[in-house]
């Protein structure tokens, strides 16, 4: 046995894999050669100190406990999703309960104005996306997949979906969740992001040609005609929620969030192709 | 009448949660911090839970979860690191030749390293190796897994996890060394 053939068995050696064959050979080795010899001693020791001194952590009570409350609460589940963004896992207690009296109360005054928060269902794409961000905010409206990996997101929701899907990284975002719908036989795809800090983004998302052609679902002619020769069209709702449309590849996606209009187009901007 | 949620939320906790502790632990050691390994194994449970459908049963479901955490901790904790982990093989091969000189005496230097380095020092010194590395040292030498479920783990051949093992195993010490060194517990020069 030479040293190179011997260096590439130290880590057999020093794990006890050598087979019968090379012990005696490897041995004789080790006692003609010093360089060898304390090459393969200091593998030894190394994995000895790793051994002995890093304990494998166990998880604590705590962790079982809250993963199993976490799988509990998972989109699969019917509990649903707010569970999830409200749950101590993302937000502070205190963060929590503030944001559900909000959601309440904005529920409340909607129900009082419309009776019901349907998943709309009306044919303007603005009207349907603010629609779907009070859904979404009422928790009527829930992401089926929950992630910190827009990658995720976006895969699922490119399963049978006739166009580009844009799931993107944005600043400060804590984590994004999807859902498909078909309205009026159209497919729809609704991207929820919640922005650290900032509150949730909500993003329509349909067939660019779909909407140009405004028979299922379509546009205000002054949007249309503003997309088409900005690439951007943006507006605000008397509730202060802002609306923005922009064109990705051959889908047409509609943002609606209660983030301040010039940080959403910021935060929008950096991710537009 | 059967709740077919109910019934696979019982399957999936059956399944994985007694893989806990050892997706716990390669957490701990991938991000640093009890916080962060949290928050990965959250990650990869509801992902594990969201996709098990897509999971084969009876096979590996150990080493199906721990892809799923390899892969949630690259594609999410490790865009926080700045500079990608590099390993200069020259400076391993010269620590070899410096610490032949300095000391040949491995059970001396083995005593010094065992008696008098902090537990805090070696886990740094785990830590900073470079992910591959550190994630085959994690799973042989502290969860005492065979080479061959090691390959199955970080999907790659076994002689890739027994090069890797040696590999990572040489720059360990080399860091380690140079934490005793510093603590004077072996000569400077």
Redesign the interface.
Same mark, same amino acid.
């Given at each position: 046995m030479d040293c190179q053939e011997f260096r590439e068995l130290i880590s057999d050696a020093v794990d006890e894999r050598l087979g019968p064959g090379y012990r005696r050979t490897f041995a004789d080795h080790a006692g003609s050669c010093r360089n060898c010899r304390n090459e393969f001693e200091l593998e030894r020791i190394t994995k000895q100190v790793i051994r002995t001194r890093v304990r494998p952590a166990t998880a604590p009570a705590e962790v079982y406990e809250s993963l199993r409350s976490t799988i509990r609460r998972s989109p699969s589940n019917s509990q649903g999703w707010l569970g999830i963004i409200f749950g101590g896992e993302f937000l502070n207690p205190a963060v929590a309960l503030v944001a559900l009296l909000v959601i309440v109360v904005g529920a409340i005054s909607l129900l009082q104005k419309n009776n019901a928060i349907p998943l709309s269902t009306e044919k303007n794409i603005i009207a349907q996306s603010i629609n779907n961000y009070t859904a979404t905010m009422a928790g009527i409206l829930k992401p089926e997949l929950v992630s910190h990996d827009p990658d995720d997101i976006k895969d699922y929701l490119s399963k049978d979906t006739p166009f580009d899907v844009s799931v993107v990284t944005l600043d400060g975002c804590d984590w994004c969740g999807g859902v498909l719908s078909n309205v009026n036989g159209v497919r729809l795809v609704h991207v929820v992001y919640k922005i650290g800090g900032e509150g949730i983004l909500y993003v329509y998302q349909v067939n660019l040609q779909e909407a140009m052609r405004g028979e299922r679902v379509g546009l205000p002619e002054h949007a249309k005609s503003v997309l088409a020769k900005t690439g951007w069209y943006c507006e605000q709702t008397p509730e202060g929620c802002n609306v923005v449309l922009w064109r990705h590849k051959n889908t047409l996606c509609a943002a609606v969030s209660k983030i301040e209009k010039g940080k959403m187009i910021a935060l929008l901007s950096d991710k537009k192709p | 009448m059967i709740n077919p %949620?109910k019934g696979?939320?019982k399957e999936? +906790?059956k399944e994985a949660?007694p893989h /806990? !502790?050892?997706l716990?632990?390669y957490a $701990? #050691?991938m991000t640093g911090n009890a916080d962060d390994a949290? !928050?990965l =194994?959250? +990650?990869t449970?509801?992902?594990a839970?969201?996709f098990w459908d897509k999971y084969e049963k009876g096979t590996n479901v150990r080493a199906w979860l721990f892809r799923i955490m390899k892969n /949630?901790y690259i594609?999410?904790y490790r865009k926080a690191v700045k500079e990608p982990d590099t390993v200069d093989y020259n400076d391993i091969q010269n620590f070899?030749n410096i %610490? #032949?000189e300095d000391s /040949?005496d491995?059970n001396d $230097?083995?005593e010094k $390293?065992?008696g008098h380095?902090l537990?805090d020092d %070696?886990?740094k010194a =785990?830590e900073s190796l470079p992910e591959e590395f550190r994630t085959v040292?994690i799973l042989? !030498?502290? +969860?005492g897994l065979t080479?061959e479920e090691i390959a199955e783990f970080v999907e790659c051949p076994v002689g890739t996890v027994?090069?890797r093992?040696?590999r990572g #195993?040489?720059l360990?010490?080399s860091r380690?060394f140079e934490y005793a060194k510093k603590r004077g517990f072996v000569g400077k020069d």
């Open positions: - | %949620i696979l939320h999936f +906790e949660i /806990t !502790d050892i716990y632990n $701990l #050691r949290h !928050d =194994l959250q +990650e449970f509801l992902k839970y969201r /949630t594609n999410v070899y %610490i #032949r /040949t491995a $230097l083995q $390293l065992f380095l537990d %070696i886990t =785990l040292v042989c !030498d502290i +969860e080479y027994r090069s093992l040696h #195993r040489k360990l010490y380690l």
